[in-house]
């Protein structure tokens, strides 16, 4: 600590000042005591951030939710006056030093028991950090401050305030980089929004300091634009770091923050197992003297320096000494302002999280596209099927049988394997499982093998979709950035259906059957390309286990219902074995969902399956998945009996459905996702598509005046809903539940379309047999003509039951907070 100079305040609020403690980009921190004798640190903001509304705004808030923070190893906050001319904040002095001077400075670096010790602390106070809904955002070595009992974590809560200095509100500040060279994660370097695993990265980076002495990634010893595109892109150097603690560290400094383990996790994996000192006895000693010092100190004022006696030349102003600020030994956050004046010119060029994202994009894009194409395809071909292999009825059903089981039962296994092994390792074994499922079925020489690949290929995609669409769901932060990345996506999960009918009549038409299966070879190969592109993925950080009775609960459930519904469509009735497996899947289903809030690892995390506005879209997307089967199986029917006889104006009906999937999904939901209500787009959406099928309930879509119309309605409906219905589901999630949550919504639709596929069964099993046998084609389009009023009626349910319970109030995210849908 110094002395107090001339400029600075006596008081500040209730506390009188007796020292100064340190200085920073965001102010000074002096040493205080009340007027009972308590001792505190006083933090005063710097003037110039002062005049800031929107600074001042968020310091309000950051400071109400920083007096939240409990725990043993935190500097408690005390008092603030966020209204005063100059806003400050008083915590809890803690009379030691800081860690940088203890490894740089007192004793070098720490040994193995005291970096351990060093973590579990650190982690504990993170986790009270976090769980009063902050982000530390700076968590350096000048902030965390050594004493006998153990590590204190300070400077919490203030650091986000900051973040409304960092755009055109404060044009002075170009360049500013919120956090310290050596001590910010990718996502820091990167300008992405921050979670609570930006903390988790930093705290790896504190504990090899302490373990090292070495700053990570060059920081100090090369430029700043090598420093940063280090972080970004290369891997830590864990030279020094003692063997014992190695994984964790490495864990810890992990690029992708879904990869990294939590506090908790950290806190566990470290928990003392041994009696004695933390620290070793020279650094002991140190705090005993500092301690000392501390009680000898005699507070003074230094007086201002008295004028020379004579100027020599009365036009030249007496000199002022100039009086710089101390070395920090209680550092406040001190953003990092890059430009000419350090010589490094304009803000550095970084990696752009953008160009990884946009991979990821691609890859989830061309596995739905591949996923949809290979079920629709092969459903046009079954007539072809069924005249090669001479297949009977029951066989027909069982091809379609063994996919839908498969696929329904192992996607919240896809899911779970996707938070627990990587997105990008199940992406991998999932393209494979494909690809030799493509490759089997093309070449079976009758039905059993055909079964076999239809399962292996059900199997494969349930991998696949979760672990895709989880791609855009933890790929990015920023809401508007999300809000684009899924009107991309439903662009695909909407179109990609029209796409594969297209692309059936085509091969179907030239090639044959055998060709619709090997087609999606090639869009595999392309996704397997993509695959390789993406950041290397590893298992689950923090060790935790596979849910073993989740994924049984789970997988068995569907498994019956799926087993359940498809018995209902290929028999057209209901009777006990329907009924038993119905049942069955709901109690199973039901045992599912309460085993998730008691897991440590669950498939589905709770807070998922417990938020109204997450259940209203999930309903949502389930009565639309039923409501636009009919559509689709109507246009699969006529494409792929009528192939070698559709008219140009229908192809470009088709297109033109496609063209407003497009438009409703990036021109509409994207750029509308943050001006208008979620409920407003998912209503109107799903309203729009059922006016459009209800204008197709003629027969056909032979005719350009009849089909356009309707698919272009319908196209548009279908794009401006599914936007915000993706958003409402996963806004919020934690990344390392990404991959269920994705689950969640493929299971919706999954069951959705098993729900219509009952629906079109019945109505068509009720045509009589004297008209079918008359003329069948009409009399099947008729039955398609009328399965559409289902349709229409499923998605007018979906639309209430969005518009209803997907509410103005913000879904909660992992540590219950709002998060993630405008007001």
Avoid at 302 to 324: G, I, K, M
């Amino acid at each position: 600590m110094d002395q107090l100079i001339v400029e600075d305040p006596t008081r500040i609020g209730p506390y009188r000042l007796i020292a100064r403690l340190g200085a920073g980009g965001m102010g000074l921190v002096y040493l205080g005591r009340s007027e009972g004798g308590r001792t505190v640190a006083v933090k005063v903001v710097q003037a110039e951030y002062a005049g800031n509304p929107e600074f001042r705004r968020r310091f309000a808030r950051e400071v109400a939710a920083a007096r939240r923070v409990g725990g043993s190893w935190t500097a408690a906050v005390l008092d603030a006056d966020p209204e005063a001319a100059v806003p400050w904040v008083a915590t809890q002095y803690i009379p030691g030093p800081d860690l940088h001077a203890v490894v740089a400075k007192d004793f070098g670096p720490l040994p193995e028991h005291s970096v351990r010790t060093l973590a579990n602390r650190l982690a504990l106070a993170l986790q009270a950090v976090h769980e009063a809904g902050l982000i530390h955002r700076d968590l350096k070595p000048s902030n965390v401050l050594v004493t006998v009992d153990g590590p204190r974590v300070i400077d919490f809560g203030i650091a986000r305030a900051m973040d409304s200095l960092a755009g055109d509100s404060l044009l002075t500040h170009t360049g500013m980089l919120i956090g310290s060279a050596g001590f910010m994660s990718p996502e820091q370097v990167r300008g992405l929004e921050l979670t609570p695993a930006s903390d988790v990265f930093c705290l790896g980076a504190v504990l090899v300091y302490a373990a090292t002495g070495r700053l990570l990634f060059g920081a100090g010893d090369t430029g700043l634009n090598a420093h940063l595109f280090r972080v970004a892109e290369e891997e830590a150097d864990l030279t020094g770091v003692p063997e014992g603690l190695a994984g964790l560290v490495g864990a810890c400094l992990h690029k992708d923050p879904a990869r990294r383990p939590t506090p908790a996790q950290v806190a566990e994996r470290t928990a003392a197992d041994e009696a004695g000192e933390w620290l070793p006895g020279a650094v002991l000693a140190q705090l005993g003297r500092h301690a000392a010092q501390l009680l000898d100190y005699a507070p003074a004022r230094q007086a201002e320096p008295e004028p020379p006696a004579a100027v020599l030349d009365p036009r030249v102003p007496s000199p002022r000494p100039h009086l710089p600020p101390p070395p920090p030994a209680y550092a406040p956050t001190a953003p990092a302002h890059f430009g000419p004046a350090q010589g490094f010119g304009p803000p550095p060029p970084v990696p752009s999280p953008r160009s990884g994202h946009r991979r990821g994009l691609a890859v989830a894009a061309l596995v739905q596209l591949m996923v949809v194409l290979s079920a629709l395809v092969f459903g046009m071909a079954l007539p072809d099927v069924q005249a090669d292999l001479d297949v009977e009825y029951g066989g027909l059903s069982a091809l379609f049988t063994a996919y839908a089981v498969s696929f329904g039962a192992l996607l919240l296994l896809g899911g779970h394997l996707a938070d627990r092994a990587g997105r990008k390792r199940t992406l991998l074994i999932g393209l494979a499982g494909f690809a030799a499922a493509c490759l089997l079925g093309g070449t079976a020489a009758d039905s059993g093998l055909l079964i076999a690949a239809r399962v292996l290929q059900g199997a494969s995609a349930a991998l696949l979709t979760p672990a895709a669409l989880s791609l855009v769901t933890a790929g990015v932060t920023d809401p508007r950035e999300r809000a684009r990345s899924f009107g991309v996506y439903a662009t695909f999960a909407g179109g990609s259906s029209v796409l594969a009918l297209l692309a059936g009549a085509s091969l179907l038409g030239s090639l044959g059957w055998r060709w619709c299966l090997y087609a999606p070879l090639a869009l595999a190969l392309l996704a397997l390309i993509g695959v390789l592109t993406l950041p290397q993925d590893r298992p689950d950080a923090a060790g935790s286990r596979l849910d073993v009775p989740g994924v049984l609960l789970g997988s068995g459930g569907l498994a019956a219902l799926t087993f359940g519904l498809g018995k209902i469509g290929s028999t057209g009735g209901v009777n006990a074995l329907v009924l038993i497996l119905l049942a069955v899947g709901v109690a199973l289903l039901a045992a599912f969902l309460r085993s998730q809030t008691r897991s440590a690892n669950p498939l589905l995390a709770p807070y998922v399956f417990t938020d109204r506005n997450r259940i209203g879209a999930l309903l949502a997307l389930l009565l639309a998945g039923a409501g636009t089967l009919a559509l689709f199986s109507s246009l699969a029917f006529e494409l792929g009996h009528f192939r070698g006889y559709i008219s140009g104006a229908t192809w470009i009906a088709l297109l033109l459905m496609i063209a407003s999937i497009v438009i409703g999904s990036t021109q509409v939901s994207a750029r509308l996702a943050h001006r208008v209500a979620p409920r407003v787009l998912i209503a109107g959406g799903l309203v729009l598509a059922a006016i459009g099928l209800a204008l197709a309930r003629d027969n056909g879509y032979i005719s350009l005046e009849r089909s356009l119309p309707s698919l272009v309605l319908t196209g548009l409906g279908i794009g401006t809903a599914l936007v915000p219905l993706f958003s409402a589901v996963t806004a919020g999630v934690a990344p390392r539940h990404a991959g269920g949550a994705a689950a969640g919504i493929a299971t919706a639709q999954h069951l959705g379309e098993a729900v219509g596929g009952v629906l079109l069964s019945l109505v068509l099993a009720s045509l009589s047999p004297a008209e079918a046998t008359q003329d069948w084609i009409p009399t099947m389009l008729g039955g398609y003509a009328t399965a559409l009023w289902w349709g229409f009626g499923a998605l007018l349910l979906a639309a209430l039951t969005g518009g209803l319970m997907v509410t103005s109030r913000e879904p909660r995210d992992a540590e219950g907070r709002a998060a993630g849908l405008p007001r």
